[in-house]
């Protein structure tokens, strides 16, 4: 059975997308589909955009939405450079494993993998 990941990108590129710096500022969220340590497929939504800190109120409550739509798309594991306390609890307590990111690009990423 393939391997959900989640990750935040900067980019829809497929596997040389490159790894966005924070969860919270990523534009868009790739969903890697892994079976025996190769991609099967990557799936990519919109991101939360702009920080909390820079947000308006609508904007808030489209990220609230956001980590709603992340936890009922069942990744297994998502990986992220860094990632807000809001975000790591909202995911942690759905049961998503949160690992951190070492490499710039998706392909770089799963390939460095063990899990």
Same mark, same amino acid.
Request: hydrophobic fraction near 40%; proline fraction near 5%.
């Given at each position: 059975?393939?391997?959900?990941?989640?990750?935040?990108?900067?980019?829809?590129?497929?596997?040389?997308?490159?790894?966005?710096?924070? /969860?919270?500022?990523?534009?868009?969220?790739?969903?890697?589909?892994?079976?025996?340590?190769?991609?099967?497929?990557?799936? /990519?939504?919109? #991101? +939360? #955009?702009?920080?909390?800190?820079?947000?308006? +109120?609508?904007?808030?409550?489209?990220?609230?939405?956001?980590?709603?739509?992340?936890?009922?798309?069942?990744?297994?594991?998502?990986?992220?450079?860094?990632? #807000?306390?809001?975000?790591?609890?909202? /995911?942690?307590?759905?049961?998503?494993?949160?690992?951190?990111?070492? #490499?710039?690009?998706?392909?770089?990423?799963?390939?460095?993998?063990?899990?």
């Amino acid at each position: 059975m393939a391997m959900k990941i989640l990750i935040p990108v900067l980019e829809k590129n497929g596997e040389t997308s490159k790894i966005s710096p924070h /969860f919270g500022r990523a534009p868009y969220l790739a969903l890697v589909s892994v079976l025996d340590h190769r991609i099967v497929s990557i799936d /990519f939504i919109a #991101g +939360e #955009g702009p920080h909390a800190d820079e947000r308006s +109120e609508e904007e808030k409550k489209a990220a609230s939405s956001i980590h709603q739509k992340v936890i009922d798309m069942h990744p297994d594991v998502i990986i992220a450079s860094r990632i #807000g306390p809001r975000a790591y609890n909202d /995911f942690s307590n759905a049961g998503i494993r949160i690992m951190s990111a070492r #490499g710039e690009t998706i392909s770089q990423l799963i390939s460095e993998l063990d899990i």
